[in-house]
């Protein structure tokens, strides 16, 4: 099979978030993997490889516009295409 689509470049810093300033929707239109410690993390919401580090959500914790608290986790920090 042939990919006729280029993939664009992975940013260093990278947010799910629409409303963020670092939300690229170019770079979600392709499935990404990102490795923290080299363990594949689900659940990641932002990420910043030069400084290593990626956002995850608590699970029962909410800011008071009822979006999950963020919890940040320091380390080697890969992203990749699936």
Not at 1 to 30: C, I, W, Y
Not at 45 to 74: F, N
Request: with cysteine.
């Amino acid at each position: 099979m042939n990919d006729t689509t280029s993939k664009p470049a992975l940013p260093d810093h990278l947010s799910g978030n629409p409303r963020s300033p670092h939300h690229d929707e170019a770079v979600f239109q392709f499935d990404i993997g990102i490795m923290l410690n080299g363990k594949e993390r689900f659940d990641v919401e932002e990420y910043c490889i030069s400084e290593g580090w990626v956002k995850v959500p608590s699970h029962k914790a909410l800011d008071r516009r009822g979006q999950p608290l963020m919890m940040t986790m320091k380390g080697k920090v890969e992203a990749f295409y699936k």
